[in-house]
T-cell receptor
Framework: GAGVSQSPSNKVTEKGKDVELRCDPISGHTALYWYRQSLGQGLEFLIYFQGNSAPDKSGLPSDRFSAERTGGSVSTLTIQRTQQEDSAVYLC??????????????FGPGTRLTVL | AQKITQTQPGMFVQEKEAVTLDCTYDTSDPSYGLFWYKQPSSGEMIFLIYQGSYDQQNATEGRYSLNFQKARKSANLVISASQLGDSAMYFCAMWNTGNQFYFGTGTSLTVIP
């Protein structure tokens, strides 16, 4: 498929465990974005990558969250010592260049994380 | 500070009628981009339309148009000839040179047959 893919689609974990969420952007897209959407809420912007670089990590909710991107392609969002308030749908998007120029962000289907 | 405000949590429109979804934004940055996204009940986010802060004309994409009033800092989405498939959540969003992307809380649109 040519779209953004995310895995797993659903993740249930116990409080205190670490989880890793994966995003595979559209081939050739240099920009990649992570968002969080809590139930019935809008999207909370977490972090973006331009290539492998994430210039601004201030959107990450806490130091338990980290993200990396390697090879200008796949990105992983890691949440350490998960808490119940981390339960949400985590959405990834990619665009050809940075969306400031109006490039469309294409979204993946999301990973639904449930922390028990 | 809230960057994007959508004041209509829910809207109803008759099929084939036009509907306007409100969005106001807050930024002191002269350069920014405004977006609208649609999120059906299936959950995927679908890009609808983009307006750059320096664009002189209102953006249009098929049945979607963006009523951009820069002085008022508003970027309302107009959907003409509503269809049943337009029923969804609609999110207004802004990207500025601070490289932050802000989403509003969304408007739930229901198209009535």
């Amino acid at each position: 498929g040519a779209g953004v893919s995310q895995s797993p689609s659903n993740k249930v974990t116990e409080k205190g465990k670490d989880v890793e969420l994966r995003c595979d952007p559209i081939s050739g897209h240099t920009a990649l974005y992570w968002y969080r959407q809590s139930l019935g809420q809008g999207l909370e912007f977490l972090i973006y990558f331009q290539g492998n670089s994430a210039p601004d990590k201030s959107g990450l909710p806490s130091d338990r969250f980290s993200a990396e991107r390697t090879g200008g392609s796949v990105s992983t969002l890691t949440i350490q010592r998960t808490q119940q308030e981390d339960s949400a749908v985590y959405l990834c998007a990619s665009s050809y260049t940075m969306s400031m120029q109006g490039d469309t962000q294409y979204f993946g289907p999301g990973t639904r994380l449930t922390v028990l | 500070a809230q960057k994007i405000t959508q004041t209509q949590p829910g809207m109803f429109v008759q099929e084939k009628e036009a509907v306007t979804l409100d969005c106001t934004y807050d930024t002191s940055d002269p350069s920014y981009g405004l977006f609208w996204y649609k999120q059906p009940s299936s959950g995927e986010m679908i890009f609808l339309i983009y307006q750059g802060s320096y664009d002189q004309q209102n953006a249009t994409e098929g049945r979607y148009s963006l009523n951009f009033q820069k002085a008022r800092k508003s970027a309302n989405l107009v959907i003409s000839a509503s269809q049943l498939g337009d029923s969804a959540m609609y999110f207004c969003a802004m990207w500025n040179t601070g490289n932050q992307f802000y989403f509003g809380t969304g408007t739930s649109l229901t198209v009535i047959p």
